[in-house]
């Protein structure tokens, strides 16, 4: 990435600022401390990745201000970017992105924020993370990876390159591989399953054979009784048939009979109503008399009934204050009751008090016995105290000791695990040996395209240069022409001048320097055609050496695939070489923990304490049993400190008792006292007696009105007489004309009845002529129903075993199934688990290091020949022998670690014996090594670098060295920044950017 220019509004400290990059290759950026310098750096982080120093998203607006602008044109890969980032406070981030066309910029934004910066990132191919650990070298990090010790250097490479994602890897291959393994126990028990339910198939076979020649037999026979059984039924229905006819033919005639039986009935009803019509209007002037008198005595029933109503008005208003009367004593008596019953509990209560005083000797006898129990419970409390924690302190070295057997159990496990896999590394040694040998062939093969590659690249750039020379004496011959014809123009003006004397011309000097200048014009357009032929020339061999480059450059695109496989396979090998050494190790140290688990002579002095403990709880002698019975001695005697407490309550309560009872006795005299007023004073009593006065003046006789009222009652039979006498005036006319339309109905009915006579002789007839064959059908049905069921239980059976022998099949085809499956999760297990071990910290982690670390060496030697003139090679020194125990040949272990060895003109030191000045170069080498490594990681050019206040540590020899160095590697970088706040360094860079700061925020400005 190299920055082309630098827009910012309101970000950090600056207001309005704008930084041009083009031009500069190395440049300073320099101010006062807090002038904002780093805010430059924060700027194009904060646009291209969204990250910066501030705590908060809102932090990076200026203070004041409500939006945030950075505006940031870059190049990358041979193309121009352009990333706009902009914040409102307290509102959303918009990020755009751009790319330059020949028609400008073109948008390449996606849906949203999170899209573009993936877009951004695609093309960059250059995260926040390995920016900052590459390009952006901050201040006191260029010698931290050398003052780690060796064992820590290793960590901070594996971070550098996040090698930390395989170690998530690795515990979720671990976790497959367990659940792997638990799905294959599982389907091991569900086969064993299967194979016994499996074993019944051929007796099933041979019982559904069995069941289908009987049920065919039943089926024959049901089929044959069943036609005879269809023969009858026809002959019944047909006989049915007849029945029904002759039923329903009986049935006309006895409607018809029973209308004859209604219509006669009717008929005398209607002689009887016309005789007793002709009767009642016989009697039409004794009737009309009668009812008059009737009229009379109801008039005077109704007087005597207002003056029954007054007199039941007064009988309910003195009932009324009667009942209120009564309620008002009875109120008096409920509480002249309660009373006397509170009286009465009184005296009960004495006499229980009395009761419970007779028992105080027997309590005392308790409360003795109660104490002498609590005193032995203290006892067995203080032993036990004495116990709990010897007892707690047996579990936790029972404990212990059974944790140490399960810890030499697991290793014993672990052991045997770790052998099988040693013993299954032994035998792929050969094959090891053969891949290795046939990946290093490729690989020669591929070194010498690499070199190849290279001289077609070397060639490429001596075309490109000499087609910039080419290009140079283009514009010279360009310049020239247009000098020439500008001549000629000159020549042919009238009156011209001598171009280079500016002396008038005559005509044979004006035509000499006319031909001379046409001359030198034909000559310069013949070599201008011959540069113009020769670039052309040369581009096409730059366009066949580009071809080249890619075809080879593809043809080792496995290069780095193939040299990290050869790094695998030699690992794999090398950790096989020991393989023997180890097994043997292995079986001396089961053998020990076997002995030790068999004799149990482990953790002695664990088992010594605890035999220890054991003979002092001896001593003391205590028994839980012997405690719980001495509580529930307790238990059994605390009834006497109960009844202590009763009797003292007791005696309190007499005294109580003995102040109340008079006072009830005296509430008692007076109640009575108020019954007796209230029965002759009260109010209510008073109202009741001029109720009485009333009832006497109304004179109202009961006697007289029910007299009157059965008068009344005795004459009523006359207004109905009357009333009958107006209906059968009305009535005898109809009766007279209805008598004469039964008479005919009822000749017509027995007309109609006569034929249906006739037709019932003839269907009965016909009856007993056909034969009746219910029994038949019903000995046929029984014997139907009875092969019914027999052919129902007959195909049950037959069912349940078609229905077992299908499960039968299914489980035969499951059991296959599961066996593929179980086969399948077996190789499945065996896969995760050799990714886990490949994922861990000794497999894909460790080989990527030790191949990083070759080019990471090469790098790093390839800077440092440059900054020491070829005085100091850096070697990194992965592995060294270590000793355990003894020292002899066979307790030797080669370590992990991360050595560096310099070797200078006089041989081989450690980092910590050289000079400050050699140190400072080694440790810039490393780092920039690092920084090239990660980014060619990431797949992004290393174009730009930046140092942060890289000479703030550095005395004025290490600032001087610094410089060198950085002028030293200036031509590997398209552009180099460094950040410092020290005036004196200005001068030593080509181009200073310089940064101040005023109330009105930061400026910047550029000097060349």
């Known amino acids: 990435m190299i920055p ?40 194009i982080t904060w646009a291209i990745w969204g990250e ?27 193309q121009k970017y352009r990333v706009i980032r902009t914040r409102v406070r307290s509102g959303t981030s918009v990020l755009e992105f751009q790319i330059e066309t020949p028609n400008g910029f073109r948008p390449l934004t996606g849906k949203g924020v999170r899209a573009t910066q993936d877009l951004i990132l695609e093309h960059i191919k250059l995260d926040y993370d390995t920016f900052i650990n590459s390009a952006y070298l901050r201040q006191g990090r260029a010698d931290e990876f050398m003052l780690k010790r060796p064992t820590e250097r290793k960590e901070i490479l594996a971070e550098l390159l996040k090698l930390n994602q395989y170690d998530d890897l690795e515990e979720r291959a671990k976790e497959s591989s367990r659940q792997f393994k638990a799905r294959v126990e599982e389907l091991e028990r ?40 269809q023969s009858l039924q026809v002959v019944q229905h047909q006989r049915q048939t007849k029945v029904e006819q002759l039923n329903f033919v009986r049935q006309q005639y006895q409607n018809l009979t029973q209308d004859c039986d209604r219509l006669q009935q009717e008929q005398l009803a209607v002689k009887n109503q016309i005789a007793e019509l002709e009767k009642i209007l016989s009697q039409e002037a004794e009737i ?41 004593i009875n109120e008096i008596e409920r509480q002249l009751q309660q009373a006397q019953a509170q009286l009465e509990a009184l005296q009960q209560q004495e006499r229980e008090i009395q009761q419970t005083l007779t028992k105080s000797g027997e309590v005392e006898a308790g409360l003795a016995q109660l104490t002498a129990a609590r005193q032995r419970v203290a006892h067995f409390d203080q032993l036990q105290m004495q116990v709990s924690p010897l007892l707690q302190q047996r579990a936790t070295l029972q404990s212990q000791i059974d944790r140490f057997h399960a810890g030499l159990v697991a290793r014993l496990e672990q052991l045997v695990t770790t052998e099988n896999q040693l013993q299954r590394q032994q035998h792929r040694q050969p094959q090891l040996q053969q891949a290795v040998m046939d990946v290093a062939i490729q690989i020669e093969e591929l070194e010498k395209k690499r070199v190849y590659l290279q001289r077609v690249q070397e060639k490429g750039q001596e075309r490109r240069h000499f087609i910039e020379r080419l290009q140079a004496h283009q514009r010279d011959y360009e310049k020239l022409l247009g000098e020439l014809e500008q001549k000629l123009q000159m020549l042919q003006t009238p009156n011209a001048l001598c171009p280079l004397c500016e002396r008038p011309l005559d005509e044979h000097h004006w035509d000499r320097v006319v031909s001379k200048t046409e001359e030198e ?54 950790a096989t070489s020991d393989v023997q050494q180890q097994l043997q190790q292995i079986a001396a140290e089961k053998q020990h923990l076997e002995r030790s688990l068999q004799l149990g002579d482990y953790a002695p002095d664990k088992q010594a304490e605890l035999q220890q403990l054991d003979q002092y709880l001896q001593k003391l002698n205590y028994n839980e049993q012997d405690h719980a019975l001495a509580r529930s001695e307790v238990e059994r005697w605390r009834w006497a400190e109960i009844k202590q407490g009763q009797i003292k309550d007791a005696i309190k309560r007499q005294t109580q008792l003995a102040a109340r009872k008079p006072e009830l006795e005296a509430t008692i005299a007076q109640l009575q006292t108020r019954i007796q007023q209230e029965q002759v004073n009260s109010e209510c009593a008073q109202q009741i007696a001029a109720l009485d006065r009333y009832i006497t003046e109304l004179g109202y006789s009961p006697e007289q009105h029910n007299q009157l009222r059965l008068a009344v009652k005795q004459n009523q039979a006359w207004h109905l007489r009357y009333q009958q006498m107006l209906s059968a005036q009305q009535q005898y006319p109809q009766l ?56 129902d239980e007959q195909i049950a059976k037959l069912g ?22 179980l086969q399948a999760t077996k190789q499945q297990q065996r896969v995760y688990q050799e990714l886990a071990q490949a994922f861990g910290k000794n497999g894909i982690q460790a080989l990527m290091i030790e191949n990083v670390l070759p080019q990471l060496e090469a790098e790093t030697n390839q800077l440092l020949s440059r900054l020491s003139a070829n005085q100091l090679h850096v070697q990194f020194i992965t592995q060294k022998a270590g000793r355990n125990g003894k020292s002899t040949k066979k307790n030797v272990k080669l370590i992990d670690t991360l050595d560096i060895l310099i070797a200078d003109a006089r041989g081989t030191r450690s980092y910590e014996t050289y000079s400050g000045g050699e140190a400072f170069r080694i440790n810039f080498a490393i780092r920039l090594a690092l920084a090239k490594l990660l980014a060619q990681r990431a797949g992004a050019a290393l174009q730009l670098l930046i140092v942060d206040e890289g000479f703030g540590t550095q005395d004025a020899e290490g600032c001087d060295r610094l410089i060198a160095a950085i002028n030293a590697i200036a031509s590997d970088f398209a552009c180099i920044l460094t950040v410092t706040h020290m005036p004196h360094l200005k001068e030593a860079f080509q181009a200073r950017i310089e940064v101040d700061k005023n ?5 910047v400005r550029i000097l060349t």
């Not at 004041?64 to 990358?76: A, I, L, Y």
């Not at 569900?190 to 089926?219: D, G, P, Y």
């Not at 349940?800 to 593929?820: G, M, N, T």
């Open 736 to 791: 007279l004309t209805r008598s004469q339309e039964l008479a005919a109905a009822k000749t017509a009915r027995l007309a109609e009845r006569q034929t249906l006579a006739s037709q019932i002789d003839s269907i009965s007839e016909q009856l007993e002529e056909t034969a009746n064959p219910t029994a038949q059908i019903q000995t046929l049905e029984q014997q139907l129903q009875i092969r019914r069921r027999q052919l």
């Open 521 to 574: 014009l034909k000559d310069t357009q013949g070599q201008f055609w011959v540069v113009r032929e020769q670039m052309a020339v040369s581009d096409r061999e730059i366009q066949v050496l580009r071809q080249e480059y890619r075809d080879i450059y593809q043809q080792l695109a496995s290069y780095d695939t193939l040299r990290e496989q050869r790094g695998q396979l030699a690992a794999q090998l090398e």
């Open 999 to 1003: 109330q009105e925020g930061s400026h």
């Open 52 to 78: 910066s120093r501030a705590a908060a998203e809102d932090d990076v607006i200026h203070t004041g201000s409500k939006e945030v602008r950075v505006d940031f044109t870059f190049q990358s890969n041979q």
């Open 800 to 821: 349940r075993l078609e229905q077992l022998a299908v499960q039968l099949e299914s489980l035969q085809i499951q059991y296959e199934q599961q066996q593929q499956q």
């Open 4 to 43: 082309i220019q630098l827009i910012l509004k309101n970000f950090l400290s600056y207001r309005d600022a704008t930084l041009d990059f083009r031009g500069l290759h190395t440049a300073c950026i320099c101010g006062s401390n807090g002038a904002g310098k780093s805010s430059l750096l924060e700027a």
């Open 190 to 229: 569900s086969l064993e399953s299967i194979k016994i339910q499996l074993q019944q198939r051929e007796t099933t076979q041979a019982q559904k054979v069995e069941l289908e020649a009987e049920l065919n037999q039943l089926q024959q026979v049901q089929a044959f009784e069943t036609i005879q059984l």
């Open 288 to 328: 009309k008399a009668g009812y008059q008198q009737y009229q009379t005595l109801q008039s005077q029933e109704e007087a005597f009934a207002n003056k029954f109503a007054e007199f039941t008005r007064a009988q309910q208003n003195r009932q009324q204050k009667q009942q209120q009367l009564t309620k008002q």
